[in-house]
């Protein structure tokens, strides 16, 4: 057998072999997509959108002080709720005998020719609510967070199943030949619960994971070329490993070798596309004040820009985490300062997102979604400050452009916004409707595991086609 030129003279040892490569475990496991279609396009939905960008806000903002005013909970503040909403119902902190309905101590008015409340804690969002499409009936199954966002990003509340983002990745492949097809941002003090699995491939192949990018200077570990090796010397050998590894493809049909060689592809490309992408000082000033990007420092707003960079760049899914929603009411975690904090942090970076895709032609192709993976109870946990407990049966997010109407509100609660009582949409259905916008039909995308068809929506799910353009 003729060996190429590059490795014939010697045997390379595998730490030589790693060095020459410029790889390490973070380089090796940038596993991404191969182009392949998960579905056949003849049979789907005309796609509205290119692109998702999902701002993720982990750990469940609450709806009653930001969109979701409510005069009767207002009037009933301090009094005790019937045992009809207490009795038998999931929580995860409160206490039955204490809990005690809670109005809001924030301000609300009604913005732009729609008329959607919005609190005085989003002056920025207030002034796109004609772009954006509240959703503001949706349910979900699971009370805590770890199981709650899996849930939201994989449709199944335990560990094991794709992610979202890997789902469409599977499905329609990427516009980007020099960046991973999902790419995950995040902010805040801590990641999310769940971690990993919640931007994973599980049991599909895993060159459709996401793909996380670090905050700061380099988001992607160990990318740059080692000292002393050249590009043609990096170019012949991933040459040379490619050659190696589709010789055994050839003979053994396994995910992982094609994994790898995507693997050592896409790094290969990152290596001059990433420090570009990354590189904030082509944006005017304009741009970046608009984002509320004063500097170089990691941020919610420095993410929103880079997302809008990625999507520019061809990159299917990208979702941002910005954490330390979960306002219980513990002193340094509550309703008061903690939230005027998380709001300032992703206010003006959120509006400024929609504003700036729209302004360059990007928001009919780019769907964005805003929300966590649950909401609050309209009863205070009766703590040390003011705080409300995780709520399933009741929360409101946004969507803007990708297809969706704008200007628009759909759902509705009943008068202290505990159960939904029009227009309902479970997190299955916002799955379902999603990749409709994408153009793929939930029902055929799947992916044979262990003897049966999986999907993102399980057997469930439905198109809300009253939200549609």
């Not at 595998?14 to 390490?24: A, I, Q």
């Not at 050592?264 to 990152?270: H, Q, S, V």
């Not at 109407?405 to 799955?431: M, R």
């Amino acid at each position: 057998m003729m060996f190429p030129r590059s490795i014939a003279p010697r045997v390379i040892a595998r730490r030589e072999f790693l060095r020459r490569g410029g790889l390490s475990l973070g380089s090796m496991a940038l596993m991404h997509l191969l182009g392949r279609d998960g579905v056949d396009a003849s049979t789907q939905p005309e796609a509205r959108a290119k692109n998702v960008i999902y701002l993720f806000m982990a750990g469940g903002p609450s709806q009653f002080e930001l969109f979701e005013p409510k005069e009767t909970l207002q009037r009933l503040d301090g009094q005790t709720p019937p045992a009809s909403l207490t009795s038998g119902k999931r929580f995860a902190f409160i206490d039955p005998g204490r809990a005690k309905l809670m109005g809001t101590e924030r301000a609300f008015r009604r913005h732009g020719d729609s008329g959607a409340p919005v609190s005085e804690l989003l002056p920025h969002v207030s002034g796109i609510v004609d772009d954006l499409c509240f959703l503001r009936g949706l349910t979900t199954n699971e009370i805590n967070h770890g199981p709650a966002k899996l849930f939201m990003n994989t449709g199944f509340g335990q560990f094991g199943r794709p992610s979202m983002g890997a789902w469409i990745s599977y499905g329609i492949g990427s516009e980007a030949s020099d960046l991973p097809g999902f790419i995950v941002l995040q902010s805040g003090s801590r990641g999310p619960r769940g971690g990993a699995p919640l931007w994973g491939n599980g049991f599909l192949p895993p060159h459709y994971q996401g793909t996380p990018f670090r905050p700061g200077p380099e988001p992607v570990l160990h990318l740059e070329s080692p000292e002393g090796v050249e590009p043609e010397e990096q170019r012949e050998f991933f040459d040379t490993v490619r050659a190696l590894d589709r010789l055994q493809a050839g003979n053994v049909e396994d995910n992982a070798i094609n994994s790898r060689i995507a693997a050592y592809e896409m790094a290969f490309r990152m290596q001059s596309s990433t420090p570009e992408l990354v590189d904030l000082s082509s944006e005017s000033r304009e741009v970046r004040a608009l984002y509320g990007v004063e500097d170089d420092r990691p941020s919610f707003a420095r993410n929103c820009l880079l997302a809008r960079r990625m999507v520019e760049r061809g990159v299917r899914f990208v979702q941002l985490y910005h954490t330390d929603w979960d306002h219980h009411g513990d002193p340094d975690n509550n309703l008061g300062q903690p939230l005027e904090d998380r709001c300032r942090e992703i206010d003006r970076a959120s509006a400024a997102l929609v504003i700036d895709l729209k302004r360059r032609g990007l928001l009919d192709d780019t769907l964005v979604i805003w929300g966590g993976e649950f909401g609050r109870t309209p009863m205070s946990e009766v703590r040390l400050a003011i705080g409300r407990d995780h709520h399933i049966e009741a929360f409101t997010m946004w969507m803007a452009g990708g297809g969706v109407k704008p200007g628009f509100s759909y759902g509705e609660t009943d008068d202290i916004g505990y159960s939904v009582v029009e227009n309902g949409v479970h997190v299955h259905d916002l799955h379902a409707t999603i990749l409709h916008l994408l153009g793929i039909d939930h029902e055929q995308l799947t992916y044979r595991f262990q003897g049966r068809d999986f999907r993102l929506t399980d057997v469930h799910g439905h198109v809300v086609h009253d939200i549609l353009t």
